[in-house]
Each structure stands twice: as C-alpha cells, then as structure tokens.
C-alpha cells in the first residue's frame, strides 16, 4: 500500500479557511455600507482559488475578480450562479461570446474592448453586464484621459451595457500619507461624473484603511484576505492564513571552517549541525533568501545558511537539542513567528510575491471552513 500524499510530501503548505473567513469579514466590517468581494486571481494569490473562492462564498462573499479569462472560466463552476465573476484583464479581442456563454463579466479597460461588448450586446439582442475601469493614475489599465474625453462625449458607445461598476485602482494605497491617494480618488470622482450613474469601486486590501471616503459601492481585498499586512509599518491586523513546512532530509556535522552548498556561500565558525529540508528555488523559495532566512522550530529561529538550491535549503540546527529534531522533522517556513511579510523582507520583495510563487511540489492541506 502507498503511503499518503501528505506523508511523502516534502513539504507542507498548510492554508487555514477559517482564518480567510474572518479576515474577509474583518475587512468586510472594516468597509462599512460597501461590499466585499475578493480577488482570487493567480489561484487565489497562490492558494488555491478552488478552495478559496467556495470558503468565501460560504461567508457571504458574492463577487469574485480574476485577472484571466482562462482563470475565470475555471473559476465559474466552483461558485453559484449569484456569484459574480469579473475579468480584470477585460476579454481578448475574439473571445467576447465565450466570456457570455460561461456569465463572465468583462471590466473594459480600453475603447476597442467597449466597442467589442456593446457589438455583441447588440447582436445579442441583449444588455450586456460590464465594469468599465478608469486610470486615475496607475497608467496600466484602465481608460486614459483621452480616452475618457472621448466617451463621455458620446454616451452612445455603452449603449447595451448595463454597467455593474465604475472601477480604479491605487497605485500606493499601503502608504497612507502617500499624496497620489488623494489625487486618484479626486479623479476617480470626476471621471464618475463624466460616465453614466453605477456603482463604484476603488479600494484593494490597503485601500480599505484609508477610510470610508475611499470604500464607495464595492471593495476589492486581495493580499489582506491571505494574511498579508495591508498598512506598510503597521502592525497586522489580519490573521495569519499561510503555514508552511518543510521536511529534514538529512542532518550531518560538519566541523570549523567546513563550507555548505554551492560556491561554499557559507562556512561553519564553530562545529555545526546542518539539517538539508526538502523545499527550494523551484519551490518559489527564493533564491535571494540564500544566508537570509530564518526557520522556526519549537520557539527557536534558526538561520537558512549557504545558498538555497532548486530543490533544497541547509539550515544551522546546532542549537536545537539533538534528542528534538531528527529525519522527517519538520520546520517552518512561514509560522509562528515567521509571517510572509518577514520572508518577503529577507527576499528583498514584497509578500504578495512570496505567495503567488509558492510552486506546486506541497502537499496542500486545508483546515477550517
Ligand atoms: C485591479 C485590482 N484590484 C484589486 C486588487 C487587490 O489588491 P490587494 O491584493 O492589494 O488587496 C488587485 C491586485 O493586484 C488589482 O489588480
């Protein structure tokens, strides 16, 4: 008989649904008359979007956003039918009946996708569900000024669309003294002025603590929902959804002036354990984590020590009492004590990074929920 998944996983990533659900509803609270949807793109931020999504429909979330139309085609069928999905990227020229027949909703981030949707609309014969995106200052999606001139002086161009929603999006929202804040929401507000009356959204995870000014009709948490800190230099207010663990493989000592992995980026001051645990580069545990990177075990952090490998890292246990850790052992990664955030900072990157490139080697265990 084989053994299970579980147990000959090298490592585990352990995602808690519980913990999703409250920090959904804590945002949720947190935005007041808003709504709360939640975006899933990138499998749910690296996570999962089949387990993510039906959780957060279960707490009571009814709009989902993905940045694909790929991804929201596979999303459709895990949710209800009053779940909305929306496809942040709008619709690839071509694919507009397809994003109809699977009930997707397109945001428009440009004229041409506008003009594809309203000739479908009218083919159809039907008023078409849409989110028409405006830049207020990302400059990356969305309709530019010029754009926006242009529309407005033709309302003609979104007839048959019912428009769901008026959307941008901010481009440093975490930092809350940030002078674009004000200026994106000022033109987010003139540019609601120039387009049919809808309902609004603006505000990601981080944007939902600038305060009720910011929340309009719907708001849109990503990163917040799995754990990560919305308010740079804030402590957390969300629970922590991630563990992450990884497996001993090995343990050796080595002795004084011993070098450990490739190019010997590191060398023992003192005799030294070294445990080899099952989890590297192609496991989305970066490279730049190499002589960084702190694992936890029982209350203790212990150093990553020499360079992460593709499949490996080597870690310092020689404080750790020998009767305490042995093969199969496993050690965090992300924990108690080690949030994504953290790893993000000894990466040099930010946590959303951390998340979304997590590969898919572990063995995925959901609690909760
Ligand atoms: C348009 C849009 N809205 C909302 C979000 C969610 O942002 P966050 O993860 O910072 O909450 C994103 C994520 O990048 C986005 O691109």
């Known amino acids: 008989m084989s053994i299970s998944a579980q147990t000959r996983a090298g490592a585990w990533l352990e995602i808690d649904l519980d913990a999703l659900c409250s920090n ?5 609270d947190c935005a007041g008359a808003a709504e709360c949807a939640a975006v899933v793109k990138a499998d749910a931020y690296g996570l999962g979007a089949a387990r993510v999504a039906p959780a957060l429909y279960a707490a009571g979330c009814r709009h989902f956003f993905v940045a694909h139309l790929d991804e929201a085609i596979a999303l459709r069928p895990v949710l209800a039918a009053d779940a909305t999905v929306f496809v942040l990227h709008g619709l690839p020229p071509g694919a507009e009946p397809e994003a109809v027949s699977h009930g997707l909703v397109p945001v428009l981030n440009s004229l041409p996708q506008i003009d594809a949707w309203r000739r479908l609309a009218h083919g159809l014969g039907q008023a078409l569900p849409a989110v028409l995106q405006v830049d207020t200052g990302m400059a990356r999606l969305g309709l530019a000024a010029d754009e926006l001139d242009t529309l407005s002086a033709d309302p003609t161009r979104l007839q048959g669309l019912a428009l769901s929603l008026v959307m941008s999006h901010l481009v440093s929202a975490e ?29 990601n995870s981080s944007g939902i603590f600038l305060g009720p000014g910011y929340h309009f009709d719907l708001v849109r948490p990503g990163a917040a929902l799995y754990g990560i800190a919305p308010v740079a230099g804030q ?13 001993v493989m090995q343990l050796r000592r080595i002795d004084t002036g011993m070098g450990v992995g490739y190019g010997h980026a590191w060398t023992a001051q003192r005799p030294t354990r070294i445990a080899t645990l099952a989890t590297g580069y192609a496991d989305g545990w970066l490279r730049s984590l190499s002589n960084t990177a ?7 952090t212990l150093p990553l020590v020499g360079k992460v490998s593709m499949d490996t890292i080597t870690v310092d246990v020689t404080e750790v009492p020998e009767d305490r850790l042995g093969e199969g052992t496993l050690l965090d990664l992300i924990g108690e004590g080690l949030s994504v955030d953290e790893v993000a900072g000894a990466a040099g990157t930010i946590g959303y990074e951390i998340l979304t490139s997590l590969g898919s080697r572990y063995a995925r265990v959901y609690a909760g929920a």
Do not use: C, Y
């Open 175 to 203: 930092d809350p003294s940030a002078p674009i804040n004000t200026l994106q929401l000022e033109r987010f507000h003139a540019a609601r002025l120039r387009l049919p009356a809808a309902r609004a959204s603006l505000a």
């Open 294 to 300: 702190r694992v936890g075990f029982e209350g203790r």
């Open 24 to 28: 959904w509803r804590q945002l949720r």
């Open 235 to 247: 402590p957390n207010p969300m629970q922590a959804v991630v563990r992450l663990r990884s497996k």
